[in-house]
């Protein structure tokens, strides 16, 4: 069964993928020098859809943008292992003109990376999920292979997210296995995120006779004040310590030099633990902004207060809410998967970033995370992944799952 791309990007020449039953790191490399940047990623569905139908063991099945792969052993249990086609553009700078892509093989301090767009974020893990849906034809319990489109980008472009809701009879499982980079640890849950734009009123005015005007980026500053002093925490959950953050992201305001700003606009982003339901996140966001008390002591307990940096009621849109995911390590499976690891050196943490792991958990699925490259390499221009991490990887899902 396989339903047509909805939105097929450009015409290019096919997209061959190295052999799924070698080397998974050559599979990885394979994987990085298709450029694959959100919106983009159709050639590399193609050939992942493509490589996977050649094994008879495997149900193949799309949707748009995304792959599901799926053996039908008939098995007690059934685990789900994902992660996402798509890569942030590629990085072009002096030292690199062509960018980030293709990739290529180095060494560093002694060791053998991959070095190039996605071979962290998330095209490693990528080639553990190809390696070992061809390989492990006999698993002791079955497994659904997922490879998805757009997660680097807005939460309603996100494959899974759309595959999950066009098909959620193919998305059934007692646990998922995330391969986001955590350099071959577990990492539990992980942080919600939500972004608010604010729009801060002002009043033109020549800036000789500033006060006729009404100056918008200074109560920007304000604003910019409150979120610096945020009260984040470091939250336990589970036995995990979640940090939060809570940052002005973007800022944009001001028509001329001799102006006085009769607008400006900021972003705010907001990290929470997973102790807190979206909503109420939400509404801790915007008290924070308001100057309130988060506990809602001394006035009325408002959840959706006026936010006023001294020039007037501001204008607030909420552009993102993504909820955050508990840890799951309570999970039978879960559990035998940390002794896995820990077998192999590996330890066990809190994820700090928002992952897909938060729509497993939303479907009733507990979900880890685990894949090969360090998280803090991810989207920078010199983005690259121990080698010996995309094998480990493998190793740990094979055993786990053989």
Not at 12 to 25: M, N, Q, T
Not at 81 to 99: F, I, K, R, Y
Not at 236 to 256: K, S
Not at 308 to 330: E, F, H, K, W
Request: glycine share 12%; charged share 20%.
């Amino acid at each position: 069964m396989s339903e047509q791309p909805e939105s097929p990007g450009p015409a290019s020449a096919p997209v061959v993928l190295p052999a799924l039953d070698g080397d998974p790191v050559e599979i990885a490399r394979g994987l990085v020098d298709v450029r694959s940047v959100s919106g983009e990623e159709t050639g590399l569905a193609d050939a992942v859809e493509l490589a996977l139908r050649t094994y008879d063991h495997l149900e193949v099945l799309r949707h748009g943008d995304t792959v599901v792969a799926r053996t039908n052993l008939g098995l007690a249990e059934r685990v789900i292992v994902a992660g996402h086609l798509d890569t942030v553009p590629v990085a072009v700078t002096p030292d690199q003109p062509e960018g980030n892509v293709p990739g290529r093989l180095e060494t560093r301090d002694g060791a053998e990376v991959l070095w190039g767009r996605g071979s962290v974020d998330m095209k490693g893990g990528d080639a553990v999920i190809l390696h070992l849906a061809a390989t492990l034809t006999a698993p002791r319990r079955d497994v659904t292979w997922v490879l998805y489109d757009h997660e680097e980008v807005e939460a309603s472009l996100n494959g899974l997210g759309r595959a999950l809701d066009a098909h959620p009879d193919w998305f059934t499982a007692d646990l998922a296995v995330l391969g986001e980079p955590t350099a071959g640890d577990i990492e539990g849950g992980c942080n919600g995120t939500l972004r608010l734009i604010l729009d801060v009123p002002g009043r033109a005015a020549h800036s000789g006779r500033a006060w006729v005007g009404a100056n918008a980026v200074h109560a920007a500053g304000v604003l910019i004040g409150r979120a610096a002093a945020a009260p984040v925490r470091t939250v336990d959950v589970e036995g995990l310590a979640y940090r939060e953050g809570f940052n002005v992201t973007l800022i944009e305001g001001g028509v001329a030099a001799n102006t006085i700003p009769p607008s400006c606009r900021i972003a705010v982003n907001y990290r929470f633990a997973p102790d807190l339901p979206a909503e109420a996140a939400l509404a801790r966001a915007k008290r924070v902004l308001a100057g309130l008390p988060v506990d809602g002591s001394g006035d009325d307990g408002a959840t959706d207060p006026v936010i006023d940096g001294g020039t007037g009621p501001v204008t607030v849109t909420l552009d993102d809410l993504s909820p955050a995911a508990r840890p799951g390590l309570d999970s039978p499976l879960a559990a035998e998967l940390i002794d896995a690891v820990r077998r192999r050196g590996g330890a066990v943490g809190p994820k700090y970033g928002w992952t897909d792991v938060a729509r497993f958990s939303a479907a009733g699925i507990p979900a880890v995370n685990l894949g090969p490259g360090d998280a803090l390499l991810a989207h920078t221009d010199d983005e690259h992944c121990p080698v010996g991490q995309v094998r480990g990887v493998a190793e740990v899902l094979r055993d786990w799952l053989s």
